[in-house]
């Protein structure tokens, strides 16, 4: 069933549009009609919208060129980079979003804490972060240092005209676990040992981060972002009855911190099938889903009624053309299954993918 148009404006009601700048992109640029956000309100757009996860770096020669010199972290603060490293991609492959690059990691930096992006490993932290006193002495951040984020994003939404920019922060779970371990780890000990010996330094942790994410994706929205996603790439990590007990509530907080500008949101999980129905019940509009369930078995999880975000498997992508065009074609056929339907892969664009194949890839989607 198709949407009509102003039944769309429903969804995006004009009292919670009305807090956004009347600049906004939403309210003056247009993207309230591109297929992205008609498929993030439930809408079927005449092709379906795709954007790729970490479409921005590594596969892309223009970034590595543009990054030459400066560390991750330094790019995410340089405005006129971190715009320019957004556009790329949008610019190449015409996919029908941008994701603005930056990183789950960036408001922690913009706190003051000694944090690096490693090539390789990932975020790494000075010291961990587990004890009540530890937790204790973490800074509020003044809105004004989110200033930086603001400039990049009205720089990048200035240049993508009716093309959306996605938002995004990373969700309490999975910053915490950085910071509760130090850095990455392939079980998450560290953070799932901390909310059962000392369920309070938890509570505490996880607030802390809902609201430093939930600030960073209110300046990204304030700036000019039509969308935001939530990603809670190690949520995987935890069984159900402690995601509930220990982790929804702040992720829901994170998500209900631009809950009033009625912007879609996204909520997103790696590794999270068995997770779906309760990362549904912690909020969003759209849930973004792995490679590793079919939507429509998704679809199943949450109910019909709600947008599906995904899940072409990223190992496909160098598996041959033919390969991937009748993955893709299954990934197509069963996100039918739900409401509306934004292509994405399952999990982020490997750095060794040929470019070529995904451009080829946004020509085919759009053809479908
Ligand atoms: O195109 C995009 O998706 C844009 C921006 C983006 C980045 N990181 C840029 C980045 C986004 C949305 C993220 C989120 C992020 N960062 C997540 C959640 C998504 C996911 O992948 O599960 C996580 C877990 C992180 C933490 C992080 N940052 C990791 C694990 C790494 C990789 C380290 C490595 O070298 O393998 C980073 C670094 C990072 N973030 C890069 C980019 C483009 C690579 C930096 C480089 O060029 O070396």
Known sequence: MTTSSSSRRALLTDAQLSRLAPTHPLRAGGTDDSPLIRAMVGDRPEHPPVWFMRQAGRSL???????????MLESCLTPSLAAEITLQPVRRHGVDAAIFFSDIVVPLKIAGLDVDIVPGRGPVMGSPYRTMREIEALP??????????REAVSLTVDQLG??????FA?????????????????????????????????????????????????AQVEAGASAVQLFDSWAGSLPERDYRAHVLAHSAAALGAVEKYGIPRVHF?????????????????????????????????????????????PAMLDAGWEVLQKHTT?????????????????HG????????????????????
Do not use: C
């Open 140 to 149: 509020e951040i003044p809105d004004a240092a989110f200033d930086p984020i």
């Open 269 to 313: 999980g790696t590794g999270t099938g068995e997770l779906l129905g309760a990362m549904k019940e912690a909020g969003g509009d759209v849930v973004g889903v792995d490679y590793r369930v079919d939507l429509d078995e998704a679809s199943r999880r949450v109910g019909p009624e709600t947008p599906l975000q995904g899940n072409i498997d």
């Open 61 to 71: 020669p223009e970034y590595r060129q543009a990054r030459e010199g400066t560390n």
């Open 330 to 346: 299954d990934v197509l056929s069963k996100g039918r299954a739900a409401a509306a339907h934004i292509v994405n892969l399952g």
């Open 349 to 368: 664009v490997p750095p060794s993918t040929d470019p070529t194949v995904l451009t080829r890839l946004v020509e085919f989607i759009h053809e479908s």
């Open 170 to 218: 990373g969700a309490p779970f999975t910053v915490a676990a950085y910071m509760a371990e130090g850095g990455s780890s392939r079980d998450h000990l560290g953070p799932r040992t901390m909310m059962h010996r000392d369920p309070e330094a938890w509570e505490a942790l996880a607030t802390w981060v809902a609201r430093v994410s939930g600030q960073f994706l209110a």
């Open 162 to 167: 009716s093309t959306p920019l996605i938002g």
